[in-house]
């Protein structure tokens, strides 16, 4: 799904694969309607953070891997990885 979705991203840009370092930015939520967003957001509050399951690095590798061949060449190339694990839209 996530590397579908990020394919989706790129539709009809003419973009390479980088091949140097990257950053990558990643909101994980797991609130109502459970979502996975890449972009930058400033930090969130403490009482926003989740500390259940699914574990964050899991969540992390799981993206890491679905963007080779679609992003980077590999995610050997992530060199700064900033992620939160959230959830914003519970009741």
Known sequence: MIAWLAKE????????LFTGPV????????????????EVKPIF???????KRPDLSNCIKLV???L?????????QVCRL???KVTRHRD
């Open 68 to 76: 080779i061949g679609i992003v980077f060449k590999d995610d050997s």
């Open 82 to 84: 900033e992620a939160v």
């Open 9 to 16: 991203a790129l539709v009809g840009r003419d973009a390479p």
């Open 45 to 51: 509050p403490v009482s926003e953070c989740m500390d």
């Open 64 to 66: 890491e891997d679905a």
């Open 23 to 38: 950053m990558v930015n990643l909101v994980f939520d797991f609130g109502k309607q459970p979502k996975t967003v890449i």
